[in-house]
Nanobody, 121 residues
Framework: QVQLVESGGGLVQTGGSLRLSCAAS????????MAWFRQAPGKEREFVAT????????YYADSVKGRFTISRDNARNSVYLRMNSLKPEDTAVYYC??????????????WGQGTQVTVSS
């Protein structure tokens, strides 16, 4: 069974930084595009960023563009989300997701359990 395990969440002050990690197992990692989503309390889950199979292409939500960077290490079966200049509105549970397709309209097949990010004002 495919597993995606997120880590790196926590409590940070406004303007601070965090780096989220997602470790994948039981998949051929380089065959999958990866993405990060987030869900704040009382809100729908929203797209944050996605990265192609080789890492050569990435897309971001407008709300995080210029502040967040998605990257991947296929040798480590891991995807990362570097988050800088964090704002209270970035507070959410962050999920990583995997799918064979890549793009902005993918319905991701596999999901992690999430990691909480809280940004204090």
């Amino acid at each position: 069974q495919v597993q995606l395990v997120e880590s790196g969440g926590g409590l940070v002050q406004t303007g601070g930084s965090l780096r989220l990690s997602c470790a994948a197992s039981r998949i051929t990692f380089s065959d999958y595009s990866m993405a990060w989503f987030r869900q704040a309390p009382g809100k729908e889950r929203e797209f944050v960023a996605t990265i192609s199979w080789s890492g050569g292409t990435a897309y971001y939500a407008d709300s995080v563009k210029g502040r967040f960077t998605i990257s991947r290490d296929n040798a480590r079966n891991s995807v990362y989300l570097r988050m800088n200049s964090l704002k209270p509105e970035d507070t959410a549970v962050y999920y990583c997701a995997a799918d064979l397709d890549f793009g902005l309209s993918v319905e991701y097949r596999y999901w992690g359990q999430g990691t909480q990010v809280t940004v204090s004002s």
